[in-house]
């Protein structure tokens, strides 16, 4: 049995040296595809992650609020790159609030306005 493979340390040009990147992927391609991931199960039912059965509907508390946000993300030319940034949340988050399977906190929606040029008073009663 080996230990562990070496670090692989830039060269002085800042670079990974070629060998390097050529013995990474004949490691890579001997060991084939990699299998296929199955997500685990949840250990109660009602911990199950969300999917597009828990997303907002017409009619629920919230549904408002989600259709204005993807409405503000479509049309304004913020990209969802610059609302990470400038909302401090993550590109996933982002495009679950869009979809209705999160709900932002009025602190994500005032900066989510703001980056998207609008005023956030407009989405307060949303």
């Given at each position: ?8 340390v830039?060269?002085s040009?800042?670079?990974i ?7 990474k992927?004949?490691g890579?391609m001997?060991?084939?595809p ?6 685990a ?24 609020l989600?259709?204005?946000l ?8 913020t990209?969802?790159?610059s609302?990470?940034f400038l909302t401090g949340v993550?590109a ?5 609030i ?28 949303l």
């Amino acid at each position: 049995m080996s230990g562990p493979a070496p670090a692989v340390v830039p060269n002085s040009t800042g670079r990974i040296p070629r060998y390097c990147v050529d013995n990474k992927i004949k490691g890579r391609m001997k060991r084939g595809p990699a299998s296929p991931r199955h997500p685990a199960a949840p250990k109660n039912p009602g911990d199950a992650a969300p999917s597009s059965a828990n997303r907002l509907l017409p009619g629920q508390a919230g549904y408002p609020l989600s259709c204005a946000l993807s409405y503000l993300r479509r049309t304004s030319e913020t990209t969802v790159g610059s609302l990470v940034f400038l909302t401090g949340v993550s590109a996933s988050y982002i495009y679950r609030i869009t979809s209705g399977e999160r709900t932002p906190t009025w602190e994500v929606t005032q900066r989510f306005a703001i980056a998207c040029e609008t005023e956030p008073e407009d989405l307060m009663f949303l």
